[in-house]
């Protein structure tokens, strides 16, 4: 797994990319210390996996894992914090993020806790589960409205949605459709705004619902 560390401490960069590359399928192939760099970076390394702090001075952390996501909807990103606060969490996972990790977790457990993402299961803490379940019945009254406003939906719009709902990614929705990239990134942002939904993996997820019903 390709990862990308994101910390504006350098010496915590270093002794995690230390500790990772003894792991013989993990390969830090970068570090970033700014929101900037992450999305630079991000673009060009091509990681697997963005591990990032949520408290990165230059900017909003939140925004910048969207960001992120909007390069590859392959590349997974986990916060690595030491806020417990449901507010941050709910912020992170809302924006598409894969896992929240607490700093405070052992070299053990983040590498068990790598390996299971690979396997795609989800990084929760457990103090965070019952905020997780509220949010889950929140996007379930979400999903209820999106069957309202799916009607507002362009022709081509309807084209991406079941696309995304097929798991094809922004490239191959551009090829099918003979459009750019960034074309597909324009209409799935308007998607988001009809449906009220709010970072990637709610719009495949419920794409998906809506074509399995």
């Known amino acids: 797994m390709k990862i990308l560390l994101v910390d504006d401490h350098a010496l915590f960069r270093e002794g995690l990319k230390s500790l ?4 013989s399928d993990f390969t ?12 630079e970076q991000s673009q060009t390394l091509k990681p697997e996996l963005v591990l990032m702090a949520a408290d990165l001075a230059d900017g909003d952390a939140m925004e910048a894992i969207r960001q992120i996501r909007m390069v590859s909807e392959e590349i997974n990103v986990v916060v690595l914090t030491h806020e417990t606060s449901e507010e941050i969490f709910l912020a992170a996972i809302r ?11 052992s070299i053990s457990n983040l590498i068990a806790s790598l390996h299971a993402l690979a396997r795609g299961e989800s990084l929760i803490p457990r103090e965070l589960e019952n905020p997780l379940v509220r949010e889950f019945q929140r996007l379930a009254n979400t999903w209820n409205d999106c069957q309202i406003q799916l009607d507002h939906l362009t022709p081509r719009e309807w084209q991406i949605f079941g696309l995304v709902g097929a798991d094809a990614t922004y490239g191959e929705i551009a090829v099918d459709l003979a459009i750019s990239i960034n074309t597909v990134k324009v209409h799935v942002h308007h998607i988001y705004e009809k449906l009220h939904l709010r970072n990637h993996r709610a719009l495949k997820h419920y794409a998906r619902h809506y074509i399995a019903d």
């Open 20 to 23: 990772l590359d003894h792991q």
């Open 28 to 39: 830090v192939v970068g570090e970033a210390g700014t929101i900037r760099e992450a999305i």
């Open 95 to 105: 924006n598409g993020a894969a896992g929240y990790l607490l700093k405070n977790i």
